[in-house]
């Protein structure tokens, strides 16, 4: 990838109401970012709600220029850089901000860590035994810098190269107080990443986007205390629809904070006390690439062009559309229009904001009018 196409997947994954799931969406229907960029006004426009404008290429050299600055870089889901796992995974960031070491992120043989950020001291100390240990047998430990179990797993893992992942910008430390732990990090051989911009700083919700990431770029997920409603449950969650292995170790069911841990097992994640246990499980599990990602654009466009498509049968799915989520295959047959149809009509409805998805594929209109 040149710089220049780099430039356009900056410029097209910030542009408003565009997320790594949309984005692919956009290249699937375009071809490229260069193209998607070109066509956003316009599809945005035949969704019916406000015209779209792309960042603009200023503000994307600004970030990118500043990133370099920082002493970071961007890596595109085409670089051989990006790390392996992360690119299986379904909506896989368009591009990443990284500082520290290239050669932490391309190996393959990685552990997401995570638990409670107000952990016991037996929990942090099995979080660093277990870190610690699969570092010398030759793990990356991925996490995503919290305190508790996160800042134990990352500080017992440093020599052996450790991931941390941010919810907001590189630059955005939280906590600040693992201001020297992120140095560390950088210093001995580790990395951390965030899909967000420079600057970003976190929201709640950015949280779960970065526990997605931390399953996505990890073989497999330890959990070690966390609350049944945690955010570290959520990423045992991802780590299951990413098709990653989930190991729980278990704690007392007199402590809130084994909770989730214990219903995970109960569920069936893989019962873990030490390292032995999390590489057992993952070589039970004879895991390599799960995925290989497919390369879309080698293949003839999945979406129809939009000279195939018209005002009248806009109208019908439209029509048919309403706050109830359905599915988009059903409501191909409902209006009798190809499929490859419809996914152009909903994605010009997303980009407008009028329309909202669901799990398990659904959808739904947000203004029925």
Known sequence: ?????????????????????????????????????????????????????????????????ALDRFGGRLIA?????????????DAAPPLISAIGSGKV?????????????????SGEKIASEIAGSLADAGYVIVSGLARGIDGAAHRASLKGGTVAVLAGGVDI???????????????????????????????????????????????GVVLIEAARASGSLHTARFALEQNREVM?????????RSEGGNLLIREGAALVANASDVIETLHRGNRQLAF????????????????????SERGVVLSALGPVPVDPDELAVHVGLPVRKINVVLLELE??????????????LVDAR
Request: net charge negative.
């Open 248 to 256: 729980a170790v278990p704690g007392s069911p007199l402590d809130p």
């Open 77 to 89: 889901l085409d670089e051989p850089g990006y790390p392996p796992h992360l690119r299986e995974i």
């Open 105 to 121: 992120l391309a190996r393959e043989q990685t552990v997401g860590i995570v638990g409670a950020r107000n952990s016991s001291m």
């Open 1 to 65: 990838m040149n710089e220049r196409e780099k430039l356009s997947c900056l410029r097209l994954i910030r542009s408003e109401n565009i997320g790594p799931a949309t984005y692919h969406r956009l290249l699937r229907h375009a071809g490229s970012a260069e193209a998607a960029i070109h066509l956003l006004p316009d599809l945005s426009r035949r969704g019916g709600g406000r015209i779209l404008q792309p960042a603009s290429e200023q503000d994307a050299l600004r970030e990118w220029e």
């Open 351 to 364: 980009l407008s904001g009028r329309l909202e998805r669901h799990g398990g594929g659904t959808v739904s």
């Open 292 to 311: 290989p990602r497919l390369d879309l654009r080698e293949d003839e466009p999945v979406e129809a062009p939009l000279s195939l498509l018209d005002d």
């Open 173 to 219: 430390l939280y906590p600040p107080e693992h201001g020297p732990l992120l140095r560390s990090i950088v210093d001995q051989g580790g990395a951390v990443i965030s899909e967000m911009p420079l600057g970003w700083k976190p929201r709640a919700r950015d949280f779960p986007r970065r526990n997605r990431l931390i399953s996505g770029l990890s073989l």
